[in-house]
Every structure is written in structure tokens, then in C-alpha cells.
């Protein structure tokens, strides 16, 4: 089992930046992959950013070039730094950990092991 925490959402104007941080905990040494998600009021759960074990990252078109996923292994945390946040990026981000059928499937939300809580994001205009 892992257990992942996320926090550092929060309420930020448009053109801000804020830093998402998911602690993971357990079985971690089986962790292939964690990734970001967000999902906005009505609609499905999209994948934000994902980052392999040996560090490649990857992004969704609507936020290349404005966020940045990072991990400290020592820490056992990944990183989601997000700037240049638009309003359309207002959602509940949730940090995920492992997917067991591998890069091909990260953008399945239903193939990711381990969840977070979720953690707010509230850009303003």
C-alpha cells in the first residue's frame, strides 16, 4: 500500500503561482510513475502532468510551458510548480502514484493504484 498526501492548493489571481507538493508513504520502492490530475466542477478527471521513476516528465498541452513536475526522491515527494495560472485552471488537484500498465495508459485516470485527498486551486480573473 501507498499513501500519498497532497497540499499547497489555494486561492491565487490570474498570472500567479502556486506549488503543489504529494508526500508519498509505504510501499514506495514499487512506484512506477506519479502524476497530477485536476477535475473541475462537472467534469471528468484530466491528467495534468506524470513523472516516471527515472525522472522523464511529461504534460498536457493546456499546461506545457506553465507548470513544472519535479520529484525528491530523498523526500519521497513529487512537486507540481504551477505558474502563469489561468482561471480555467481552477480545479481540485489530486496527486496519483503507480500505474501498473505503463506510460501508454497514464491519461487513465481508472489504471492509477493510489490517490491523495485532493488539494484546492482557485485562480480569480
Known amino acids: 500500500q501507498v499513501q500519498l498526501v497532497d497540499t499547497g492548493g489555494g486561492l491565487v489571481q490570474a498570472g500567479g503561482s502556486l506549488r503543489l507538493s504529494c508526500a508519498a508513504s509505504?510501499?514506495?520502492?514499487?512506484?512506477?510513475?506519479m502524476g497530477w490530475y485536476r477535475q473541475a466542477p462537472g467534469k471528468q478527471r484530466d491528467l495534468v502532468a506524470v513523472?516516471?521513476?527515472?525522472?522523464?516528465?511529461n504534460y498536457s498541452n493546456s499546461v506545457k510551458g506553465r507548470f513544472t513536475i519535479s520529484r525528491d526522491n530523498a523526500k519521497n515527494t513529487v512537486y507540481l510548480q504551477m505558474n502563469s495560472l489561468k482561471p480555467e485552471d481552477t480545479a481540485v488537484y489530486y496527486c496519483a502514484a503507480h500505474n501498473p500498465e505503463g506510460s501508454a495508459f497514464y491519461k487513465k485516470a481508472d489504471l492509477w493504484n493510489f490517490w491523495g485527498q485532493g488539494t484546492q486551486v482557485t485562480v480569480s480573473s
Open positions: 509505504g510501499s514506495i520502492r514499487s512506484i512506477n510513475a
Open positions: 513523472i516516471s521513476s527515472g525522472g522523464s516528465p
